[in-house]
């Protein structure tokens, strides 16, 4: 909580100072979640204290140096990047490594594919995630088909797509989107989703290096409010494995990116308010996404949770709840219960209605419990 | 995409620390001036003090490059390319040769043998004409109306046909629809259905190459329906802004599907387009290989020697129908087709140029489309007894290893098959 106050605090700062007849300003309304680090990985070397954006970029900076045909393009990545997760890359590596693109996405995942057919390694940054629509086409129709539809002559198994994703308290409609479902109904893609910057580091380089196209959603609220120390050295988290975080035996709460640390805050409520055991899930890779670690909880416990940014009609829970129905129906003591954002597009002075933040996630997990 | 972000990025950014000019690759001048003359950032020009539009200049276009006129006379000598016999005779019999194979798997696809077909009657030249005037590792990226580029370099009859009746033997596995022809040793990458969406991948293709410092180049041929695309458009910028080694070449033949151009654009053609984005352009006679020729030689050693993009519109016309599921007579008419095919053809125009050479008569004619047809039909008899490939093969390559979800979709068909396999059509198919 105390990172994530000293983002927006600042963020008020910046403001222009307004006068309130009624005394005190209004203050915005504080974060919905409490970033919880990771335990520091000794297994991997040194470590150094970094947030999330910062170790998207040392796990950039160590692609780039293991691999010589590794370039990385987008809109505005040459400076830095619109959320600094490209600063100094250029400098190390050269213009025709790290460079900006034109304003068009479609042209970007295209350019992408292009230049991963012939074998080198891609990495293809869309500002938001809101703004990866343009591109739908190229990605749907044409990097996840292309080793298929070729016989495996021809693949672009060495493109990574990188887009910041999730709400961040006022990006309404166009910066808050999380759009994994859409692609989640895609075969040939992986979509990938971390929830720290440990996460994030080892999970990028394993989609950096994986033989397949993968699209790398970045929680873009964790980008400052996350810290953790993160090894230097490259490591990597293998894909289609989801965590368990916290074992636990009465209910199993699965989510991915910044959701996993409301997950984590309701198991405590559920622990303090109900004496409630839960196992906390984080999915973190969405497709090929892990059926079995998910069943085996379920089997265990008897009940899930499922929770998401993402609209409830069509979001990934469905697709998991429909899986742990099938394989878990004897286990199952009660509904699978979804706790989604709602039907809407995203809002922006609605925000704190609409996410599925701690409270409904207690409610909905408690009328289970009761169930 | 418009992005209204830089105040939200001033909240999350409060020190950006970063100079301006580094973001810059083509610097500004310097504001040292107080001359009248313009500072903007976005374009090079002087101030004009009389309100103008500029016109488009759609009467008298951008002019038709020909090299030889329609009974094969050369021009100006100056141009003439002056190819030795054996290649000329290696033109015309690849492209007489795509030609036959068109005509019976066309009539295959009117007997329900094969599902689908696209003939390129009347675009044989552009095909050629260029695929000839490439080295034979520079990466092609297609359309569809192409297959005169694998013809070219060599891509045998037999896998042309296994890859429209989905055999055994198709390097594709069957899983395309007839005609989306790939082949990696040949550096023709595997056509898709989805217009234009090659375009900017050839782009990143040639932007690649360019690292690699081989020598190479990146041809992308698209229809001119297909240059109304998005992708076209990114395309042709990304290969302007990121200097890359490529030749767009726009194959206009008048029409997309029933569309024709005055629905398709108001503009002079793609060429015109080229400069918009700077880049260096032109217009082909497309039913002159020779032209198609000279024009991709000199825009492949530019390209290359250069690192910038070059854009050929060869102007030509669709003779056949769109596909096999398009009667082209219900939007045109039988005398404008009559025309093109008869009075200004590629093939009939080369075929003038090297009976005036003395390399090429009736006889020879004769002899030749006895033995193409033959050879055609012939891999055409064995494509068809071919078994099908495995069902089985429905489940690889979709990610390079196959992950348990879809491992276990394929036993649960395995299991299904083992009850229910005689109502699926299992012995057209390999085991």
């Given at each position: 909580m105390?990172?994530?106050?000293a ?11 307004l006068?309130f007849?009624?005394g005190?300003?209004?203050?915005r309304?504080?974060?919905h979640?409490?970033?919880?680090a ?7 070397g ?6 999330l954006f910062?170790?998207i970029?040392?796990?950039l900076?160590?692609a ?39 304003l068009?996405?479609q042209?970007?995942?295209g ?19 809101d703004?990866i ?31 910041p ?6 990006g309404?409609?166009y910066?808050?989107?999380?759009p ?5 109904h ?9 929830r ?13 290096e994986?033989?397949?196209p993968?699209i ?8 400052r ?6 090894p ?7 894909l ?12 199993t ?13 309701v ?23 892990d059926?079995?670690?998910v ?15 993402a ?14 129905q ?11 219960s ?20 701690k ?13 | ?10 909240l ?53 490059y ?17 190819l ?6 290696k033109f ?6 795509l030609?036959t ?6 009539e295959?696809?009117?007997q329900?043998?094969?599902s ?8 044989e030249?552009?095909?050629?004409g ?6 034979d590792t ?19 009859l ?9 055999n ?23 056509i ?6 090659q375009i900017p991948?050839?782009?990143g293709s040639?932007?690649?190459?360019k ?6 180049i ?7 329906g ?20 490529i ?7 008048g029409?997309a599907i ?10 002079d ?6 400069p918009g984005?700077g ?14 020729y000279?024009a ?29 599921s398009?009667?082209?007579?219900a ?15 590629p093939i ?10 003395g390399?090429?008569d009736e ?15 012939e891999?055409?008899e ?8 495995n069902p ?8 390079s ?6 491992q276990?979709?394929?036993?649960s068909?395995?299991r ?8 699926y059509p ?6």
């Open positions: 105390a990172v994530v106050g983002v927006l605090r600042r963020a008020a700062v910046s403001r222009p100072r006068r007849a009624g005190a300003p209004p203050r309304h504080a974060a979640f409490t970033f919880q990771d335990p520091e990985p000794t297994q991997y040194p470590t150094q204290k970094m947030n910062q170790s970029t040392s796990a900076d160590n780039l140096s293991r691999d010589p045909t590794a370039v990385i393009f987008g809109e505005d990545v040459s400076f830095g990047g619109v959320f600094r997760c490209t600063v100094g890359l250029r400098d190390k590596y050269g213009k025709d490594r790290v460079f900006n693109t034109p068009c996405e042209g970007i995942v350019f992408g594919i292009g230049i991963a057919v012939t074998g080198a390694t891609a990495i293809a940054e869309i500002q938001f995630a703004y629509f343009p591109a739908f086409d190229q990605i749907v129709n044409e990097a996840a088909k292309y080793r298929y539809r070729s016989g495996d002559l021809f693949n672009c198994g060495s493109l990574t797509i990188r887009a994703w999730g709400c961040v308290g006022h309404a409609l910066h808050s989107q999380s994994e479902a859409f692609f989640a895609c075969p040939g893609l992986k979509i990938v989703v971390p720290g910057p440990v996460e994030a580091k080892g999970l990028l380089l394993s989609c950096i994986d033989k397949n993968c790398f959603f970045e929680p873009k609220i964790l980008y409010a996350a810290v953790e120390n993160v230097v050295e490259p490591y990597y988290i293998p289609s494995q989801a965590d368990v975080l916290q074992g636990g035996s009465d209910v709460l699965v989510a991915w990116g910044t959701q996993v640390h409301v997950m984590k805050e198991a405590v409520m559920a622990q303090e308010k109900l004496g409630v055991s839960c196992e906390v899930i984080d999915l973190k890779t969405i497709l090929p996404w059926t079995e670690t069943c085996k909880s379920v089997a265990k416990t008897g009940r899930l949770l499922i929770s998401h940014e609209p409830v009609t069509g979001g990934f829970a469905a697709e998991i709840s429909s899986t742990v099938e394989e878990c129906f004897l286990n199952l003591e009660a509904p699978i979804r706790v989604c954002g709602y039907d809407t597009p995203f809002p922006h002075i609605f925000e704190p209605f609409y996410i599925p933040d409270w409904k996630c207690y409610d909905a997990l408690r009328k289970m419990i009761n169930y | 995409m418009g992005h209204c972000w830089a105040q939200f990025v001033c999350f950014v409060p020190s950006p620390p970063f100079q301006p000019s580094q973001g810059c690759l083509r610097q500004q001048e310097e504001f040292t001036s107080l001359e009248e003359k313009p500072q903007f950032p976005g374009a090079s020009a002087e101030f004009i003090d009389r309100l103008e539009f500029i016109q488009p200049n759609v009467i008298s276009g951008i002019p038709i020909r090299v030889m006129d329609r009974q094969g006379q050369i021009i100006n000598p100056s141009e003439d390319p002056q030795p016999k054996e290649e000329v005779l015309y019999k690849s492209m007489t040769l030609n194979m068109d005509r019976i798997l066309y295959s696809q009117r329900g043998r094969i689908f077909y696209m003939t390129n009657y009347g675009e030249g552009t095909h050629i260029s695929a000839a005037a490439l080295d520079d990466l092609v990226f297609g359309q569809y109306r192409e297959a005169g580029v694998l013809m070219h370099r060599g891509y045998p037999d896998l042309f046909m296994a890859q429209c009746y989905g055994a033997s198709d390097p594709g596995k069957g899983r395309q629809m007839p005609v989306h022809y790939g082949c990696k040793d040949l550096h023709f990458v595997t898709s259905s989805p217009l234009a969406t991948q050839a782009v040639a932007y690649a190459i690292r690699e410092n081989g020598n190479r990146v041809i992308c041929y698209f229809g001119e297909a240059a109304s695309e998005g992708d076209a458009h990114a395309g042709f910028n990304f290969a302007a802004t990121l200097e890359c080694p030749i767009f070449f726009c194959r206009n033949n029409y029933s569309t024709p151009t005055s629905e398709q654009y108001r503009g053609g793609i060429a015109a387009r080229g984005y880049i260096h352009s032109i217009r082909v006679d497309g039913n002159d290989v020779f032209a198609v000279n991709t030689k000199e825009a492949r050693r530019r390209a290359v020697a250069e690192n910038q993009p070059f854009l050929i519109e060869a102007m030509t016309y669709r003779i056949g129908h769109h596909s096999t398009d009667d082209s007579s939007y045109r008419s039988v005398d404008e087709v009559n025309y093109w095919d008869k009075q200004d053809h009939s125009r080369l075929r003038h140029y090297m009976a005036g050479r390399w090429w006889e020879q004619e004769k002899i030749w489309r006895k033995k193409s047809r033959k050879r055609v039909m891999a055409f064995e494509a068809e007894r071919k078994l099908k490939p089985l093969l429905m489940f690889s390559d979709v990610y290893e196959t992950p348990r979800h879809i276990k979709q394929q036993e068909m395995e299904h098959l083992k009850q229910y396999g005689e109502h299992l012995g057209l198919y390999e085991k």
